[in-house]
C-alpha cells in the first residue's frame, strides 16, 4: 500500500499499548504517537487511553492516535478518569479502529491534516490545545473518526492535493520547536552542501563559486535567528486569549516558518540534484527560489527585531508623546500581560524605520508563500492585477474605463513575464499608495462583470434587491426599557460637521440592499419579487422570518458596496433561512467619520421599524460585518446602548478593524508584506476615514487605551470628557468605555492568522473577558488565512470554506439566541445582583424554552429553528400591513 508524503513520522509507543513507562519517549518526540487499546484477554487493571495519551504527549509527541483492538471506533472521552490533568493534553487526539491501526503499523509516514470540528474531545475545552481539532488521518483508504457529540462518525477520506501540515495547523501549535528543528536541519543540510562544493573538483567553475556563496550567506543569515524566534515565541505565549491561539506574534512565527520550509524544499532540490550532468544548466533555476527567500528570511528577521525592539520597555525612554508606564490594559494584573499595541512607539519613527526595507522581492514570483496553495494562486493574481491597473492608471487615468483595462491587460502580459519588474512596481505602489488609485482599484469589483459574477457562483436568491431609505424625516425609536421616552434618530448627527467640515452636506437617505433567500410576505413590491417573477397571489409567500440580518461591507471604508459581497451575502441568506439587509453607508473621504457610523445606525432603527417590509418580524435582530464593516456592525451596539434604544441580539465581526489609531501591533507590523492591506493602504484608508477626527480627539485613543479610566478633558468638564468618549467608542469599540462593553450584545470575532487587524480582534476579546464576558463572547483565529478571506471562498480554497461555514453556524446561533431571548442579559442580570442595582424589566417572554444559561454557545442543533417561529399572529399581520403602507422604498 502507498503512503504519501510525510509530514510528520508517525512512531509505535513502545509497549504498543503504553501501559506502564515508555521505553521509546526520546523517539516520540515531535512525532505523531500510535497506541493500541489494551487487548480484552489482558489479565489485570486495564489501562484507560487518557492514561496513554497522558504519557505520550509527557514524551513530547505532537498528536495521538489511538488504536481499537476491534473494528468499532470508539470515543476518547469516555475513558476520561478522576486523575486526568487536562492540562496535560495539548495536543489532537484521534481514536482509529484496528483495521486503521494495521496500515500504520510499519512506522511509516503518513500526511496528516488538522480539521476543525466542533466538540473537543475531553471534556474540558479549553484545556485542550487547539480544542477544535481533530486529526484526520490521509492516506490510500485511511479512515479516521471524527468524535461528534455522543456519537463517533466514520470519516471517509478522499485524496488530496498535496497538504502542508502547518497550513492547517492550530496556531502556536508546536510552531517555536518546529521552527527550531526546521533551523536545525537545514543548517545541517547547507552545510553538508558548502563541504561539498567547497571539495568538488569543479569548484573554481562558476556556479559552483555561486553555489558556495549562496550557503555561506545562507548560515550567516541562520546564526542567530533561533534566539529571536525563541523571545517571539516567548511574548507569543504571554498574549495569547484562554483557548485561542493567536496575535501577531505568533503570526510573524509562522511567516518565517513558511519561509524556512521552503528554504528546505530549496536546498534539497539542491542537493538531489547537484551531481547531475545536467547541474550546470539547471543552476539558475535552482539557485533563484533559494536567493530570493534567503531575502526574504532577512526582510523577516528585519520585522521580528522591530517588533522586539518595539516591545522593549526602554523603548518608552526613546520619545513620543506618550509613554506606556504599566501596560494597563492588562487582561489581569496578577498576569502582568500587557498591551498588544505598542502605543508608546510614534508612528513616524515605526514607518521611518520600516520604510527602508526593499520589499520587492515579496511580492515578485515568491509572492504569497506563506498562503495555502489556492490562495497563493489568487493572490499571485489579485497583485498581478495590481500591477498591471497601477501602470495604465498612471498612464490613462482619465481615459474611458475600457481604455484603462485595455491597457491593464497589455501590461499585464509584462509583467507575467518579468515577475522581478511586478515586484517593483508593486512594492513601489504600495509605499506611495494614492487614495484615488486604491478606491479606483478596489472597486474593481463594482464592475458590472463582478456583479453578474455574484449571481452566478453565490446561490440563487428570490430577493436582491436595491433600497433607498428616506432620511429626510427622523426615526422616533423608543428607549429600551421606557413605556413613552422617545429617542430621535436622524442619518447623520449635529456633530457631523465638527468632523467633516464646514461645508459638508450629508445625503438625506441611506442606500441598502435586501437579499432574501425565498421572496418572504412583505418583500414583494407591487406583486413581484426582484426578479420580476409575479407573485399573484401574496398569501402564497412565505410568513416573514423572525430574524433579520443587517450586514455591513468590507472595503477600508473607501470602497466597495454591498453588490459586491453579494456572493457571500445569498450563501448566508440561502443557510440561515433569514433575510439580510446589507446597507450601502456612503464612503470615504467625501463622506468622512462619522457618517458611515450615522447611516449604519440609522438603518438599523430603520430596519426595526420597519422589519415587516423586509420579510422580518425582527424578533431577532444581528449585526454582522467584515473589515471595516466589523467595525461599524460593533459601532451600531454601541451607539444603541449610549442612545438607550434596544440594541441587537448579537454581533458577529469576521476580520474586524477595532481600534482606527495608528498604532503598530507585531500584526500591524507584518502588514508590511501584506498582499491586501499593505501598511500604506491602512494608513490611507485610516487618514480618508478619520483624518480630522484623528486630528481634534485622536490623541485620546492611546491614553483611552493604556487606562480607560483616563481624564480626557483639559478643563475637567465631565460633559465634554464624556463627549470625546462618546466619539472615540464609535470610532474605535476597543476602547469603548467598561460599561459599554459590559452591555455590549452577545459577540463572536473570527479573526484570521494571516491579518495586518489581527491584534484588534485579540485585544477586544482579552478585553471582554476581562469585563467578565466569557460566556457569551466567543473568538476563532482561522489559520493561515489573509484578510478578506470571506471573499476568496469562491476560489476553493478549504480554510476559506470551512471558516465561513463557521461563520453561519454562530449567526445561525446567535439568531435562535436573540429569539429565545436569551442573550447577554444572563450576565448583565448576574452582575447588576452583584451591584445591587435594581434589576431591569423582566425579558419579553421566550417563545420557545431557552437554551441552558450556563453556556450560551451550545449546539445549533439544540436551538430553536427559524421554521418553528413564523411569529405570525394575526395582530401582528395587521401591524405589518399598516408599517408596509409607510414603507419608504424608492
Ligand atoms: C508599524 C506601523 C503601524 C501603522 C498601523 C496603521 C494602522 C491603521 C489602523 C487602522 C486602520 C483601519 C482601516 C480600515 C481597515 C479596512 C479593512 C478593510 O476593509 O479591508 C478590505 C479592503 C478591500 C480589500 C483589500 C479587502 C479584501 C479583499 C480585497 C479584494 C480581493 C480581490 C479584489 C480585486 C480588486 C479583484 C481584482 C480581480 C482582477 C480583476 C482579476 C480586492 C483586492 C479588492 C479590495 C479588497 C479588505
New binding site residues.
Given amino acids: 500500500m502507498s503512503l504519501r508524503v510525510c509530514s510528520l513520522q508517525m512512531i509505535w509507543a513502545d509497549p504498543e499499548t503504553a501501559d506502564h513507562r515508555l521505553e521509546n519517549t526520546e523517539q516520540l518526540e515531535g512525532k505523531i504517537a500510535l497506541a493500541r487499546r489494551d487487548p480484552l484477554e489482558k489479565e489485570g487493571p486495564r489501562t484507560g487511553f487518557v492514561d496513554k495519551v497522558c504519557r505520550m504527549v509527557q514524551a513530547g509527541a505532537s498528536a495521538v492516535i489511538l488504536v481499537n483492538n476491534t473494528d468499532e471506533l470508539i470515543a476518547p472521552w469516555k475513558w476520561k478518569n478522576d486523575n486526568f490533568d487536562a492540562e496535560l493534553i495539548k495536543v489532537p487526539v484521534v481514536c482509529v479502529r484496528e483495521s486503521a491501526g494495521q496500515y500504520f503499523s510499519s512506522g511509516n509516514f503518513c500526511k496528516i491534516r488538522f480539521q476543525h470540528a466542533s466538540p473537543p474531545f475531553f471534556e474540558n475545552p479549553a484545556s485542550i490545545f487547539g480544542a477544535e481539532t481533530i486529526l484526520e488521518l490521509l492516506g490510500n483508504d485511511a479512515e479516521a473518526s471524527r468524535v461528534s457529540g455522543e456519537e463517533t462518525m466514520d470519516w471517509v477520506i478522499e485524496n488530496e492535493d498535496e497538504l502542508l501540515i502547518e497550513d492547517l495547523m492550530p496556531l502556536g501549535f508546536n510552531l517555536s520547536s518546529s521552527l527550531q528543528k526546521d533551523i536545525r536541519e537545514l543548517k545541517e543540510e547547507m552545510e553538508e552542501n558548502l563541504r561539498f562544493f567547497n571539495s568538488s573538483p569543479e569548484q573554481t567553475l562558476k556556479h559552483y563559486k555561486r553555489c558556495c556563496h549562496c550557503f555561506m550567506d545562507a548560515l550567516i543569515s541562520l546564526q542567530h535567528i533561533d534566539k529571536t524566534i525563541m523571545q517571539i515565541a516567548d511574548l507569543a505565549a504571554m498574549h495569547d486569549v484562554a483557548d485561542s491561539m493567536g496575535n501577531g506574534f505568533w503570526a510573524q512565527l509562522r511567516v518565517v516558518s513558511c519561509c524556512l520550509k521552503k528554504l528546505r524544499k530549496k536546498t534539497a532540490a539542491i542537493t538531489s540534484e547537484r551531481e547531475s550532468v545536467f547541474f550546470g544548466t539547471r543552476i539558475k533555476s535552482l539557485l533563484y527560489p533559494l536567493e530570493s527567500y534567503l531575502k526574504i528570511l532577512e526582510i523577516l528577521k528585519e520585522l521580528l527585531q522591530l517588533t522586539l525592539s518595539f516591545n522593549n520597555p526602554d523603548a518608552e525612554t526613546q520619545g513620543g508623546e506618550l509613554v506606556a508606564t504599566t501596560g494597563s490594559l492588562r487582561t489581569s494584573s496578577s498576569e502582568g500581560r500587557t498591551s498588544l499595541f505598542f502605543t508608546h512607539i510614534p508612528?513616524e519613527s515605526?514607518?521611518e524605520k520600516?520604510s527602508d526595507i526593499d520589499l520587492s522581492v515579496l511580492y515578485g514570483d515568491m509572492h504569497g508563500y506563506q498562503y495555502p496553495s489556492r490562495l497563493k494562486h489568487f493572490l499571485r493574481?489579485?497583485l498581478l492585477?495590481?500591477a498591471s491597473y497601477s501602470r495604465s492608471y498612471e498612464k490613462h487615468h482619465s481615459d474611458h474605463l475600457l481604455t484603462q483595462l485595455a491597457s491593464a491587460y497589455y501590461h499585464g502580459v509584462g509583467f507575467l513575464m518579468k515577475p522581478v519588474k511586478k515586484g517593483r512596481r508593486i512594492a513601489q505602489q504600495y509605499g506611495s499608495a494614492d487614495v484615488k488609485f486604491v478606491k479606483s482599484?478596489?472597486n474593481?469589483?463594482e464592475l458590472p462583470v463582478a456583479k453578474r459574477f455574484a449571481a452566478v457562483v453565490g446561490a440563487n436568491v428570490e430577493v436582491s434587491r436595491e433600497i433607498v431609505i428616506d432620511g429626510s424625516r427622523p426615526i422616533s425609536m423608543r428607549r429600551a426599557g421606557a413605556e413613552d421616552v422617545f429617542v430621535s434618530i436622524a442619518p447623520t448627527e449635529e456633530e457631523c460637521r465638527l468632523f467633516c467640515g464646514e461645508g459638508y452636506v450629508a445625503p438625506l437617505r441611506v442606500k441598502a440592499r435586501l437579499i432574501s433567500f425565498r421572496c418572504l410576505q412583505g418583500q414583494e413590491v407591487e406583486g413581484r419579487s426582484a426578479l420580476g417573477i409575479s407573485w399573484g397571489n401574496t398569501k402564497q409567500l412565505k410568513p416573514p422570518s423572525p430574524f433579520l440580518i443587517l450586514h455591513f461591507h468590507?472595503?477600508?471604508?473607501i470602497?466597495?458596496s454591498s453588490a459586491s459581497h453579494e456572493v457571500y451575502l445569498r450563501d448566508w441568506a440561502k443557510a440561515l433561512e433569514a433575510p439580510i439587509l446589507s446597507v450601502d453607508y456612503d464612503l470615504a473621504p467625501e463622506h468622512p467619520f462619522p457618517v458611515a457610523v450615522c447611516q449604519a445606525f440609522f438603518a438599523y432603527c430603520w430596519a426595526l421599524a420597519h422589519a415587516s417590509t423586509l420579510g422580518s418580524t425582527a424578533k431577532s435582530v444581528i449585526c454582522v460585518g467584515?473589515?471595516?464593516?466589523g467595525?461599524l456592525a460593533a459601532t451600531v451596539a454601541i451607539r444603541a446602548l449610549q442612545l438607550g434604544i434596544k440594541p441587537p441580539a448579537g454581533v458577529v465581526m469576521l476580520y474586524p478593524?477595532l481600534?482606527?489609531?495608528?498604532?503598530?501591533?507585531p500584526s500591524?507590523?507584518l502588514?508590511m508584506m501584506d498582499p491586501?492591506?499593505p501598511?500604506g493602504?491602512?494608513?490611507l484608508?485610516?487618514d480618508a476615514?478619520a483624518n480630522r477626527f484623528a486630528s481634534i480627539y485622536g490623541k485620546f485613543s492611546a491614553m483611552l487605551h493604556l487606562d480607560p479610566s483616563s481624564r480626557l478633558s483639559e478643563a475637567d468638564d465631565p460633559k465634554e470628557d464624556a463627549k470625546i468618549r462618546k466619539w472615540l467608542a464609535i470610532l474605535s469599540p476597543l476602547i469603548a468605555p467598561d460599561e459599554i462593553l459590559r452591555d455590549f450584545p452577545s459577540c463572536a470575532v473570527m479573526a484570521s492568522e494571516l491579518d495586518?487587524?489581527l491584534d484588534d480582534s485579540i485585544m477586544f476579546i482579552r478585553r471582554m473577558r476581562n469585563l467578565g464576558r466569557v460566556k457569551d463572547v466567543k473568538l476563532k483565529v482561522a489559520p493561515c488565512l489573509p484578510?478578506?478571506w470571506l471573499?476568496?471562498y469562491f476560489v476553493g480554497d478549504k480554510g476559506s470554506l470551512s471558516s465561513s461555514k463557521e461563520a453561519i453556524s454562530w449567526m445561525k446561533q446567535l439568531l435562535s439566541n436573540g429569539l429565545a431571548g436569551q442573550h447577554h442579559e444572563v450576565e448583565v442580570e448576574e452582575r447588576r445582583q452583584q451591584e445591587g442595582s435594581p434589576p431591569p424589566p423582566p425579558p419579553p417572554p421566550a417563545s420557545s424554552p431557552p437554551a441552558e444559561a450556563a453556556d450560551l454557545w451550545v449546539p445549533v442543533e439544540d436551538l430553536p429553528t427559524p421554521n418553528k417561529q413564523p411569529g405570525e399572529t394575526a395582530e401582528e399581520r395587521k401591524n405589518m400591513e399598516e408599517e408596509r403602507s409607510i414603507s419608504q422604498f424608492h
Avoid: E, K
Fill in positions: 508612528l515605526a514607518i520600516l493574481m489579485v492585477a495590481a482599484f478596489w474593481l469589483t468590507g472595503g477600508g471604508f470602497a466597495q467584515d473589515s471595516a464593516g467595525n478593524a481600534y482606527l489609531h495608528l498604532t503598530p501591533s500591524r507590523i502588514a491586501l492591506l501598511l493602504n491602512l494608513q484608508c485610516m476615514y495586518p487587524l484578510h478578506g471573499n476568496m
